[in-house]
């Protein structure tokens, strides 16, 4: 069966660190990945999306950037954290063919102070 | 492009059924999910309907599809104190090669005992 994992689990970091939050995905090859933002435990923003390696596709302009360095394992940064980073993100995967169905990860908690 | 409304909120007393509606713009959809996120938790996929249906029933969960109309419901018979969460609806609007789907702001549900 599939697997999302992501970590950490919680952060909490300054204004103006860096941020590298990681996804990983077991059990299948080749899928979509997304990076989703939720504020205040509301609605979802998609910030990325993935359909292989090396190929990202950014939703929103923003202060963050993605990666795929490997078929499944899908990387969120940051050079510089602002305020308005605070958020809980979700990494989510899809198959490549057939239903659009997601799966999510656990997320991550990350406040910056 | 697609945009899909749910309420925000929703109050049902222990036992009875709960219905969560939503409402999308695009004909062209194909798949209509509906996912329940539980508080820190990650996205959790309930059920899905194709837009060739009308109705789909997974034990307590009930999915009944309006095309005309483009309306989505949720209901939940014998609703449970487990049953707390926010809903979310979602819809692959049929024309994204990367399987993005378009979710709605999420309804939270509350359980009156």
């Known amino acids: 069966s599939q697997t999302i994992h992501q970590w950490p689990a919680t952060l909490v970091q300054p204004v103006g660190s860096p941020l590298s939050l990681e996804c990983t995905v077991e059990?299948?090859?080749?899928?979509?990945l997304y990076w989703y933002r939720q504020a205040a435990g509301r609605g979802l923003q998609l910030l990325f999306y993935?359909?292989?390696?090396?190929?990202i596709s950014s939703e929103v302009p923003q202060n963050l950037s993605a990666s795929r360095p490997q078929d499944r394992q899908f990387i969120l940064s940051s050079k510089k954290l602002l305020l308005s980073d605070s958020g809980f993100y979700l990494c989510?995967?899809?198959?490549?063919?057939?239903?659009?169905?997601?799966?999510f990860g656990p997320g991550t908690r990350l406040t910056v102070t | 492009g697609e945009d899909v409304e749910q309420s925000l909120f929703l109050s049902v007393r222990e036992g009875d059924s709960s219905v969560i509606n939503c409402t999308y713009t695009?004909?062209?959809?194909?798949?209509l999910y509906w996912y329940k996120q539980e508080p820190g938790a990650g996205l959790q996929l309930l059920t899905y309907i194709f837009s060739n249906m009308d109705m789909k029933q997974d034990q307590r969960l009930t999915v009944l599809l309006n095309k005309k109309d483009k309306h989505l419901s949720l209901r939940i018979a014998d609703t449970q104190t487990g049953d707390s969460a926010i809903y979310f609806c979602a819809v692959d609007p049929g024309y994204s090669s990367a399987s993005k789907i378009i979710f709605g702001s999420g309804t939270r549900l509350s359980i009156r005992p």
């Open positions: 059990g299948t090859s080749n899928p979509n």
């Open positions: 989510a995967w899809s198959p490549r063919t057939g239903v659009s169905e997601q799966y």
């Open positions: 695009d004909s062209s959809s194909t798949y």
């Open positions: 993935s359909v292989g390696i090396g190929q």
